[in-house]
């Protein structure tokens, strides 16, 4: 079964767009009417280019960065986010520095957990998030109680797609809102209109991609 009707957002930077499905999608804790697919921007190297290109100027000259947490397998894109903050610029407070590129592990309960060959890369060090999407913002929190337990200061946070613009009170900075997407849903299960039409689910939806049913 396939999913429902494609979309794609295309910008003025060559491989910096915004792509997936129009339909019913269902993730943990809540329904949506979009889902968006962002497999290419974290595996291709010229899409994960733009993206950090297009991230980057919002810290360039103002946040200092020791560690970018990547998170929701955006590894690649956060690679490239730091080779852009790095970069030998005069504009850039980071230039010509390191900065660690880190995943968190998580707990059966969904805790973001450092080994100690790790905590280096956190304690002491100034964090940025970079996550896929920040819909709840409930992963973006997680992430943060995490660094603050470790010893780390929050510098950021930053996604491709984000319906809040804080959380926690750090500024979120993303390159795409539901201003971009019509009708844009999000809702809890029980609130959900589409079920309330008798609309089927389409697909199950998390971080690693889609499950159709």
Known sequence: MALGEKFRIETKS???????????FVTGRSHMNYYIDITSQKSRLSEAK?????????????TMVDTILCLDGTEVIGTCLANELTKNDFAS??????????TPEY??????IFRDNNVQMIY?????????????GETAKAAMEAISYYGGTVAGIASIFAT??????????????PNDLEGYIYS???DCPMCRKGERVDALINSYGCSIL
């Not at 060559?14 to 019913?24: M, T, V």
């Not at 950090?52 to 360039?60: E, F, G, Q, S, T």
């Not at 809040?164 to 809102?177: A, H, L, W, Y």
């Open 14 to 24: 060559p491989n910096l767009y915004l792509s997936g499905y129009k339909g019913h």
């Open 50 to 62: 733009a993206v950090a290109r297009a991230i980057a100027p919002k810290y360039k000259m103002t």
């Open 93 to 102: 407070i980071n230039a010509n520095g390191e900065i660690n590129i880190l």
């Open 107 to 112: 707990t059966p309960s969904n805790k973001l």
């Open 124 to 136: 002491g060090q100034q964090v940025m998030i970079f996550a896929a999407s920040v819909v709840t």
């Open 164 to 177: 809040v613009d804080e959380c926690d009170g750090i500024p979120i900075t993303s390159i795409f809102d």
């Open 188 to 190: 809890s299960s029980i």
